[in-house]
C-alpha cells in the first residue's frame, strides 16, 4: 500500500504546475548571509548555531524572513535552522514533491565541489502551492572542528 501511494504521489507531481514567485531576494544576498554564517561558524560554532536556533539578526533577515540560513552536517541532519522544531531531524533519502533528494544533493556536491547552488520544488511555509526554489550550499570546518554544509535559498 505505501508503494502504491508513492507511485500515486510521483505521478501526481510530475504533472503538479509549479508556481512562479515574485520573490525579493537576490542570488547576491543569499551567497552574502551563507558567506557571513561561514566566517561566523569557523570562529564559534557553538555560538553560530545558537544564534540561528534563535532566529537572531543575521541568520534571519528581519525585513525579509524568507532570507534565512540552515545548517547542515555530513550525514544530512539539520544541526541549525531558524524553525528549532527542525534541528536534529536527518532528511537522508527524503524527496521534494517530485522525488528529487535535494539535499542529499546538497550535501553531496557539498563534499564533493565545495559550494554551489542546487535547484528544487518546495511549498512556501506561508504561501500555498509549490514553487521552484534555488539553495546556495558551502562546505566548512567549523571552530570545533566538525565540517558542516551552510545554506541559503530563495524562491524563483
Known amino acids: 500500500m505505501k508503494k502504491l501511494v508513492c507511485m500515486v504521489m510521483v505521478i501526481f ?11 525579493e531576494i ?3 544576498q543569499v551567497i552574502a548571509l551563507v558567506e557571513k554564517t561561514c566566517t561566523d561558524m569557523e570562529a564559534d560554532a557553538k555560538g553560530t548555531i545558537e544564534k540561528i536556533a534563535n532566529a537572531e539578526a543575521p541568520y534571519q533577515d528581519a525585513q525579509i524572513p524568507s532570507l534565512y540560513v540552515f545548517v547542515y552536517d555530513t550525514n544530512v541532519t539539520i544541526v541549525a535552522h531558524t524553525q528549532k522544531k527542525l534541528i536534529g531531524r536527518s532528511y537522508k533519502g527524503k ?11 546538497i550535501v553531496n556536491d557539498a563534499l564533493s565541489k565545495g559550494t554551489g547552488w542546487v535547484d528544487y520544488s518546495y511549498q512556501k511555509p506561508d504561501d500555498k502551492g509549490i514553487f521552484e ?14 565540517k558542516y554544509v551552510v545554506c541559503s535559498g530563495k524562491y524563483l
Do not use: H, M, Q
Request: hydrophobic share 25%.
Open 13 to 23: 507531481c510530475a504533472y503538479f504546475v509549479v508556481n512562479a514567485s515574485a520573490e
Open 26 to 28: 537576490t542570488k547576491e
Open 95 to 105: 524527496p521534494d514533491v517530485r522525488g528529487k533528494n535535494f539535499r542529499d544533493d
Open 133 to 146: 526554489k534555488t539553495t546556495y550550499y558551502k562546505l566548512i570546518t567549523g571552530s570545533d572542528g566538525e
